[in-house]
């Protein structure tokens, strides 16, 4: 497709449980991002990947979240035991290369995680 | 990373200019001041970008005080559909670091 592609778009989880959150980046976009948003909160930054390199996960909120981009296209956003302070959209964006100054970020529509 | 200040809500006659403005007085020579905005929860959507020239695209103008320290977005004719919460951002250089930062943004209220 032409833009960020997330999957699922909404999911209900009991507590405690696994889930994992899919992202397809714009085609050719190198770099990519995770954030979070709770209800009426702003932004919230996760992790980042730039091509091969080590991806940046200082914003990573506890050890239950863990990220992964194979191939350097697709990444998976697995939230394990989750919480019910979890619940967000969790929110998916691609650009062309992290790196270089004036590459716009584009995002996807996101994945409502609510946890019961 | 640069923070920036934005006022937590305008509000905007529908069809006037809208005028939304930023502080960010930290911000460094090689940053660049960034606008995206959120409607309803959505997907942020970029709308323009700058270093310190002023631009113009399809959508806004961006205008950036000489000192760099402060910046306006202006929606020429504002409609109800721009109702949203915008944002603000300083694109941060710091090494292994290329996200944007995200404050809490402007709650723009366009009017009838």
């Known amino acids: 497709g032409a833009g960020v592609s997330q999957s699922p778009s909404n999911k209900v ?3 405690g449980k696994d889930v994992e959150l899919r992202c397809d980046p714009i085609s050719g976009h190198t770099a990519l991002y995770w954030y979070r948003q709770s209800l009426g909160q702003g932004l919230e930054f996760l992790i980042y990947f730039q091509g091969n390199s080590a991806p940046d996960k200082s914003g990573l909120p506890s050890d239950r979240f863990s990220a992964e981009r194979t191939g350097g296209s ?10 019910q302070e979890d619940s967000a959209v969790y929110l998916c964006a691609s650009s062309l290369g992290g790196g270089s100054e004036g590459n716009t970020i584009y995002f996807g529509e996101g994945s409502w995680l609510t946890v019961v | ?3 920036t200040t934005q006022p937590p809500s305008m509000d905007c006659a529908e069809g006037r200019a809208a005028n939304l403005p930023c502080n960010h007085s930290t911000i460094s020579g090689n940053e ?4 995206y905005r959120q409607i309803h929860s959505q997907g942020p959507q970029y ?7 002023n631009e113009t695209n399809e959508m806004a103008s961006l205008i950036i005080t ?8 202006i929606l020429p004719h504002a409609t109800l559909r721009d109702t949203a919460v ?3 951002i300083v694109r941060s250089l710091g090494a292994g670091r290329r996200a944007l930062t995200f404050g809490s943004g402007t709650r723009l ?3 009838p």
Do not use: F, M, P
């Open chain 2, 109 to 111: 209220q366009v009017q």
């Open chain 2, 86 to 88: 915008y944002y603000c």
């Open chain 2, 47 to 53: 709308i323009i970008h700058g270093l310190k020239n």
């Open chain 2, 66 to 73: 000489e000192d760099r320290k402060s910046s306006t977005l």
């Open chain 2, 1 to 3: 990373d640069a923070k």
């Open chain 2, 32 to 35: 660049y001041v960034y606008w």
């Open chain 1, 13 to 15: 989880t009991e507590k």
């Open chain 1, 74 to 83: 697709v990444s998976t956003l697995t939230i394990q035991r989750t919480q």
